[in-house]
């Protein structure tokens, strides 16, 4: 597929999705109001690295338990 789009279009598409990343994972943003149902927001993606507890556990390494090896 990188073969058959030109470049310019892929390194905006990289810029763009390297944006959405940040956005998605950070932690500064609790609730975004409305826009919860409509967005991937990144409370809901905190929810997808940890479990359906309340938020106000720290999750660690995307991780619900540690891993004992």
Do not use: C
């Amino acid at each position: 597929m990188a073969l058959a789009v030109p470049p310019y279009v892929f390194v905006v598409h990289i810029q763009f999705n390297l944006l959405y990343q940040f956005w998605i994972h950070t932690e500064v943003i609790r609730d975004m109001g409305p826009l919860e149902g409509v967005l991937n927001t990144p409370s809901h993606h905190r929810v997808h690295h940890g479990t359906f507890a309340p938020e106000g556990d720290k999750v660690v390494y995307g991780l619900v338990h540690k891993i004992n090896i």
